[in-house]
């Protein structure tokens, strides 16, 4: 027997395919939502990874599992972009900043925004690392905006997010119209009067 033939490479070598797989299913995933949609064929993912399609669902059970491992690298991206702000001298403008932010990157294909929502809705037992790194930032920075007294105090920052989640899911092809509803629902309605 070779070192190269014990069990422990040969665990190696396996767990070295596990993640190349993972990594080409995810890209091909990337690849084919950004053409044809999040609704297009697993099956077409499968091909573009090389891999069969027992093999895509080993990894993601379901499509909404795949689209939140897409979604973990944008929460990723969406987190950092928080810390950074957090040093920006005007709150506002900081908090409207990551917001326009966060709806420019969850709509990077069509249906994105949708499959943010269904992270949005709190409802699973246990969010990713990744969500919780967002919604954590997030929140620190809205709340750096309502200690400024630039948001509204009694307001949950988890409403917003799906506020601006809502928008985002309503604008995937209209980026001008994202800006102005975002705008819209900063300033409200009607200023001044409480509903």
């Not at 093999?55 to 491992?69: G, I, M, S, V």
């Not at 969500?131 to 007294?149: D, K, N, P, V, Y």
């Given at each position: 027997?070779?070192?190269d033939?014990?069990?422990?490479?040969?665990?190696?070598?396996?767990?070295?395919?596990?993640?190349?797989?993972?990594a080409?299913?995810?890209?091909?995933?990337?690849?084919?939502?950004?053409?044809?949609?999040?609704?297009?064929?697993?099956?077409?993912?499968?091909?573009?990874?090389?891999?069969?399609?027992?093999?895509?669902?080993?990894?993601?059970?379901?499509?909404?599992?795949?689209?939140?491992?897409l979604?973990?690298?944008?929460?990723?991206?969406?987190?950092?972009?928080?810390?950074?702000l957090?040093?920006?001298?005007?709150?506002?403008?900081?908090?409207?900043?990551?917001?326009r932010?966060?709806?420019?990157?969850?709509?990077?294909?069509?249906?994105?925004?949708?499959?943010?929502?269904?992270?949005?809705q709190?409802?699973?037992?246990?969010?990713?690392?990744?969500w919780?790194?967002?919604?954590?930032?997030?929140?620190a920075?809205f709340?750096?905006?309502?200690?400024?007294?630039?948001?509204?105090?009694?307001?949950?920052?988890?409403?917003?997010?799906?506020?601006?989640?809502?928008?985002?899911?309503?604008?995937?092809?209209?980026?001008?119209?994202?800006?102005?509803?975002?705008?819209?629902?900063?300033?409200?309605?009607?200023?001044?009067?409480?509903?």
């Amino acid at each position: 027997m070779t070192s190269d033939d014990t069990p422990k490479a040969r665990a190696r070598a396996v767990r070295a395919d596990v993640r190349r797989n993972r990594a080409r299913l995810l890209a091909a995933a990337r690849e084919t939502f950004e053409r044809d949609g999040a609704g297009a064929s697993l099956e077409a993912v499968a091909r573009g990874a090389g891999v069969g399609i027992g093999t895509l669902y080993r990894h993601f059970p379901t499509r909404q599992d795949l689209l939140e491992a897409l979604l973990a690298g944008v929460y990723d991206d969406l987190a950092a972009a928080a810390r950074d702000l957090m040093v920006t001298p005007a709150p506002d403008e900081a908090l409207m900043t990551w917001l326009r932010t966060f709806i420019s990157e969850v709509t990077a294909f069509p249906g994105m925004a949708a499959s943010a929502m269904v992270s949005l809705q709190d409802e699973r037992p246990e969010p990713s690392r990744s969500w919780r790194a967002m919604h954590g930032a997030g929140e620190a920075l809205f709340a750096r905006a309502q200690r400024a007294g630039d948001a509204p105090a009694g307001v949950s920052f988890t409403d917003v997010l799906r506020l601006a989640g809502a928008i985002a899911a309503v604008t995937e092809r209209e980026p001008v119209a994202a800006g102005r509803l975002l705008s819209l629902a900063a300033t409200g309605v009607m200023p001044g009067k409480a509903r």
